[in-house]
Every structure is written in structure tokens, then in C-alpha cells.
């Protein structure tokens, strides 16, 4: 069964640092990866998507990274400010019937102004 | 631009008491996917559908039930509620499996079960 783990669970960070989130996943037969933010009560926003054959993906202040070999994605988020705090998951697509995503617990991260 | 859409929002039911929940998209998308999130857990998923008529069981199904009766609703029901199933619900759709599949979730349904 595919396993996908966060780390930190947690981070805190000064407005304006740079920062990074790590995703990793134990089976590599996927179709992708997806980063997902999520806001307290609210629903999930597609961050990023990267596909099995790709290496990276990048959106405006965001660029994740995928090494499928060794199952792991990492997260940078350039010049943070007090907006992006929220919590970012990280989702893995399932090479199996249902395609479902297999998900990690997430990083809260809060911005400090 | 609708997306994916739940009702309702919020839900508090006693226990053994039963509800469903809806979700709709408009993507005309093939599969559609019902998720718990738990505090400390990733989401998991309860059920899916790969097309009309069709559903099968996910991670954790055992207390609920489901329904795709057409392309663009797929139903999730208790019949019978536990405090256990205190959760927020979240639906999803994607097209068919491939590399720049995406997919698509609703904003969730809090429900509480006292």
C-alpha cells in the first residue's frame, strides 16, 4: 500500500525567508504527483501538478520537484509572506483501477509578519 | 465555473440517524471519489466511481454507502451514524487515469455525529 509522509508536520518561518516541504512516497508507480494547499476549514486548491515523466513544475513563487526513483518531492516556496500560511499536502496518483490519490498528513505552515 | 460542488456544508445528526451527502461536478468527468479527512490523518477514501452505474469500495467503506445514477452526481450515505464518523467529507472528480490527470475537489462537508 502506497505511503506518503510530510515532513515537518510543522514549520514557522519569518515573512520574506525561503522554505521548503518534503513530500515522500514508498511506491513509485504513479501517474503523478499533486501539491495541494488547504486553509483552515476550507477545501483543497491544486497548488501543482508533476507528472511521472517530469522533473519539475513551477508557478509563479511555487516550484515542486519529483525524484519518482527515490519517492520524493520537495515544495520551495520563494520569499514567503503572511498569505501562504496554511497547510500543503502532498498527493500522490495511484497507477491502480481507481486512480484515487494517496495522501500525506501535511506541513502547517504559519508566515510571521 | 461550478467545479465540484457538496451539499451541505455543515451537518450535525444523532446517532443512528442517516443522511446523505451530495456531489456534483460539471466537468463531465469519469471518476468521482468520496474522502474523509481525521485530525493527525491524510485523507483516506471511502468509495469511488470509474463511470455511471458503477461504484466500488475504497480504503475505509464499512459504514457507508453510495450511489451514480448519472455521470455528474455521485451520492454518499449513512444509514445508520456513529460518533466514529465525525469527519469532513470530501468529494473529488478526475477525467480518466493518466499523467496530467488532475483532480478536481469540492470544498467539504463538516459533520459532526453526537
Known amino acids: 500500500k502506497q505511503e506518503v509522509t510530510q515532513i515537518p508536520a510543522a514549520l514557522s518561518v519569518p515573512e520574506g525567508e525561503n522554505l521548503v516541504l518534503n513530500c515522500s512516497f514508498t511506491d513509485s508507480a504513479i501517474y503523478n504527483l499533486q501539491w495541494f494547499r488547504q486553509d483552515p476549514g476550507k477545501g483543497l486548491t491544486s497548488l501543482l501538478l508533476i507528472q511521472s515523466s517530469q522533473r519539475e513544475q513551477t508557478s509563479g513563487r511555487l516550484n515542486a520537484s519529483l525524484d519518482k526513483s527515490s519517492g520524493r518531492s520537495t515544495l520551495y516556496i520563494a520569499a514567503s509572506q503572511p498569505g501562504d500560511s496554511a497547510t500543503y499536502l502532498c498527493?500522490?496518483?495511484?497507477?491502480?483501477?481507481?486512480?484515487?490519490?494517496?495522501f500525506g498528513t501535511g506541513t502547517r505552515l504559519t508566515v510571521i509578519p | 465555473n461550478a467545479g465540484v460542488t457538496q451539499t451541505p456544508k455543515f451537518r450535525v445528526l444523532k446517532t443512528g440517524q442517516s443522511m446523505t451527502l451530495l456531489c456534483a461536478q460539471d466537468?463531465?468527468?469519469?471518476?468521482m471519489y468520496w474522502y474523509r479527512q481525521d485530525p493527525g490523518m491524510g485523507l483516506r477514501l471511502i468509495h469511488y466511481?470509474?463511470?455511471?452505474?458503477?461504484?466500488a469500495k475504497g480504503e475505509v467503506p464499512d459504514g457507508y454507502n453510495v450511489s451514480r445514477l448519472k455521470k455528474q452526481n455521485f451520492l454518499l450515505g449513512l444509514e445508520s451514524a456513529a460518533p466514529s464518523q465525525t469527519s469532513v467529507y470530501f468529494c473529488a472528480s478526475s477525467r480518466v487515469p493518466g499523467r496530467n490527470t488532475e483532480a478536481f475537489f469540492g470544498q467539504g462537508t463538516r459533520l459532526t455525529v453526537v
Open positions: 498527493a500522490v496518483s495511484a497507477q491502480t483501477g481507481a486512480n484515487n490519490l494517496f
Open positions: 466537468m463531465n468527468h469519469e471518476y
Open positions: 466511481s470509474v463511470g455511471e452505474g458503477t461504484t
